[in-house]
């Protein structure tokens, strides 16, 4: 899968760098879910958001990171589209 291949190869130092592009909100559901393993209902809970919100929060923050991670390649015809 090239999306895939495209992110074992970005450098951390690019990752950072679209993770700080998210906003806020975003950014915090991302990294509780993915980097502490919370659940969305943990999530939830913690935030005072309903557990679809930020269900629908934490798969729309990694929907943006995805795009920034490929739109380069894209671009460069490293992807397809």
Avoid: Y
């Avoid at 074992?8 to 592009?21: G, H, I, T």
């Avoid at 990294?31 to 969305?40: N, W």
């Avoid at 809970?45 to 920034?68: K, W």
């Amino acid at each position: 899968m090239p999306d895939t291949q495209a992110l074992e190869r970005l450098p951390d130092q690019e990752v950072k760098a679209a993770f700080r592009r998210l906003p806020q909100e975003l950014a915090i559901l991302v990294h509780l879910a993915d980097a502490e393993d919370f659940s969305p209902t943990q999530i939830a809970d913690v935030l005072g958001i309903s557990e679809n919100t930020a269900t629908c929060l934490l798969l729309h923050g990694r929907h943006c990171l995805l795009n920034a991670f490929t739109d380069a390649p894209r671009r460069q015809g490293l992807l397809d589209r």
